[in-house]
Nanobody, 124 residues
């Protein structure tokens, strides 16, 4: 079992930055690929970014490329999402995901573990 707890969400003006954190516990963090997803009101949950177990591989959704950066600290069992140049369309609940399968952690289907989410609101 893996427990995921997101933090760092909040209200920010367009053009601003936020850093989300996802602290994990309960199992060996380095065994899992980690991902971030988001769900805006009235929309389906969508992939944002993912990082491989070793940190050597990353993947980003097109809308966030060049603005968001995913990172992980295996010593702290934590994954981060640095969000820069935020836009109102980035407003959503952001979820952390963990899975030993790269395909699942980037596809969002049948992911083993999810956090409960943290709300990010970007005002115009």
């Amino acid at each position: 079992q893996v427990q995921l707890v997101e933090s760092g969400g909040g209200l920010v003006q367009a053009g601003g930055s936020l850093r989300l954190s996802c602290a994990t516990s309960g199992s060996t963090f380095k065994n899992y690929h980690m991902g971030w997803f988001r769900q805006a009101p009235g929309k389906e949950r969508e992939f944002v970014a993912a990082m491989s177990r070793s940190g050597s591989t990353t993947s980003y959704a097109e809308p966030v490329k060049g603005r968001f950066i995913i990172s992980r600290d295996n010593a702290k069992n934590t994954v981060y999402l640095q969000m820069n140049s935020l836009k109102p369309e980035d407003t959503a609940v952001y979820y952390c995901a963990a899975d030993p399968s790269w395909g699942r952690v980037t596809g969002g289907r049948r992911v083993d573990y999810w956090g409960k989410g943290t709300l990010v609101t970007v005002s115009s």
